[in-house]
């Protein structure tokens, strides 16, 4: 298991490859190549899950598209392919030749908490190896408007195939356990070994870690 | 950790529901699709207002106070309520929260904040939102539904509807849920009209789907709804039996020449679904009608030597983006039902040297493959299973 977490924008390097990429892409392609800076990780990566969830997507070129669109009635072409919200997603599997099912989740409340149980849930019938993205970066215009924080966010978490081989899916809901409610707690829970519940809506999925109890 | 896992059995389609320009239920689109009918005007084909006050008055759609008083004008909105508690209400069950529901949606309120935005940006007075965060569309149909169980919505692109099938039949065969609601929904919004037709990918006349004289995709609107579950509760003619998802690592807009992304998925599926693709007996491709999509298609069927015919139905009802996976796998459902294939609408003169179904007909079916593509290269297959008698 592996967890990165996007620090100050000035520490990251980024690569002049992605000139063209939008700040989502760029940030999480920065975490990435911090992550996972061997080779024969990289080869582990080739076919694993990825799950990238945002509550906002690819919001700054949607907005500058729309802003171009309602001032010249033209739309730019490389700004509506980089408002998909799979665009990231695709941009990593692209520059990192990464092969395996991709999946762009849309956040709804804690859009971490929604990967977790998502990737766990779909982990249950089929282990492989895993790619947990979580990005946000809200475009100051925009921002200046709404409510919203003009900031950028990026947290990568690897689950390789065995990181819960010691832990036992219950069906039945438990309070008791440790309650999961980001990435960062996740990594800490899991390194110590600690059984956990995720809570979305008013559903539970509760890991018992063996020989133990919540 | 899968202790509840039951490998053996398959999850069947217990209940569909699909509003489409050509109306509401299967059976219109079915029709259209045997009678060639053509309704795109300048590459886009619309819902209906009359269809949506239809949608509007048969439900108390909006029961609880809206999480944003903006949606309840929301056509979207609105096709996507009467779809669900329509499947909900003849499935006779109760929500609970072993109840999930995966939504596949591009855009999902998009067009209620590019409303707002557009306003704002020609310094008028606004009218709707300036934003509206990416899952408030399912926020607002949880709240409306009341559903509480696990909720996620997929946005890969066009693959999305094809994947959240996927996804959700995983939730039923882990047990991790014991009934689960699939939603594609997709409208027409400023945003999709005019990208599509910046990347000069929309057509001027119609679409013509594994034609030479192809000029593009035509862009429409639809919902569809579909009820999965792991037990047959009598009226089930339709199982998903594989699913099968793969990236190509090619380009954010044009799948990768060799159709190496649609193989992969198709192969992942057919294995996953434990049959050879020498059973399988009709393709319900993707089919959009641009030469990159349809290329790749064809390249990767050819690969996996399927015989079989193949048909796109697009020509017909166009490509509505994520919903379409969704939409088009209840068209399979209304196969098996009549045990008839679908002729690839307008596809003379052919392209490739694939099978290209050129008539409706009857036709023994027992395994239909369902392919998607989509931008940033992810493509997604299922293979549906007809339910023996």
Known sequence: MKYWKHHSESDLIFDPRFRKATKMMKVLSAGFEELFPEEDMKNKLIDAEIYLGSLHGEIEPTFNYLKGLAESEVGRPFLFQNSLHHSTTGFLTQQYQLLGPAYSLCGIENAQVELLMFSLSQSLLNKKNQLLIYCDSFPIDLAELTEFESETKCEILYLAEDTLQNYQWIKQEDSSCVEVDSFEKFYQVINSRQSFTLTQNQAQMSFVAKNESC | ?389
Not at chain 2, 24 to 33: D, K, R, Y
Not at chain 2, 141 to 154: A, D, E, K
Request: one cysteine or more; charged letters at 20%; aromatic letters at 6%.
């Open chain 2, 1 to 389: 950790m899968a202790q509840l896992i039951n490998d053996s059995h398959s999850v069947y389609v217990t209940g569909s529901m699909a509003i489409h320009p050509f109306g509401m239920g299967i059976q219109s689109l079915w029709e259209a699709c045997i009678n060639k009918s053509r309704a795109f005007q300048e590459g886009l084909l619309y819902i209906s207002k009359d269809l949506t006050e239809k949608c509007r008055g048969e439900f108390n759609l909006f029961p609880q106070k809206p999480l944003v008083k903006e949606v309840i004008q929301n056509d979207l909105l609105i096709w996507s309520l009467y779809s669900l508690k329509k499947v909900i209400n003849e499935s006779q069950l109760p929500l609970s929260n072993r109840d999930g529901l995966i939504i596949a949606t591009t855009t999902g309120l998009t067009r209620i904040w590019e409303q707002g935005l557009l306003s704002h940006f020609k310094n008028e007075p606004v009218t709707g939102l300036l934003y509206q965060p990416l899952g408030g569309f399912a926020g607002e149909i949880n709240q409306q539904l009341g559903h509480c169980g696990p909720l996620q919505v997929v946005s890969s692109a066009c693959s999305a509807g094809t994947q959240a099938i996927g996804l959700g039949r995983s939730w039923i065969k882990s047990g991790f849920v014991e009934r689960c609601f699939i939603l594609g929904a997709e409208q027409i919004c400023n945003l999709t009209r005019s990208g599509f037709k910046s990347l000069s990918l929309v057509s001027g006349n119609d679409c013509v789907p594994f034609n030479e004289e192809r000029s593009g995709i035509c862009l429409s609107e639809a919902v569809g709804a579909l009820v999965l579950e792991g037990k047959n509760r009598g009226k089930a003619v339709m199982t998903v039996e594989g699913y099968g998802s793969a990236s190509d690592g090619y380009s954010m807009t044009s799948p990768k020449p060799d159709g190496s992304g649609p193989y992969n998925s198709m192969s992942a599926a057919l294995q996953d679904a434990n049959i050879s693709s020498r059973q399988v007996d009709w393709i319900h491709a993707h089919g959009t009608g641009s030469l990159h999509n349809d290329r790749a298609e064809a390249a990767a069927i050819k690969k996996l030597e399927i015989l079989s015919p193949v048909s796109s139905t697009k020509g017909i009802h166009g490509h509505s983006l994520a919903a379409s996976g969704v939409l088009e796998t209840i068209l399979c459902e209304e196969a098996f039902l009549r045990q008839q294939i679908l002729e690839s609408s307008f596809s003379e003169p052919k392209h490739f040297t694939i099978n290209i179904n050129d008539r409706s007909r009857p036709s023994q079916l027992d395994y239909i493959i369902k392919n998607t593509l989509g931008f940033g290269g992810i493509n997604a297959s299922l293979v549906l299973g007809r339910v023996s008698k």
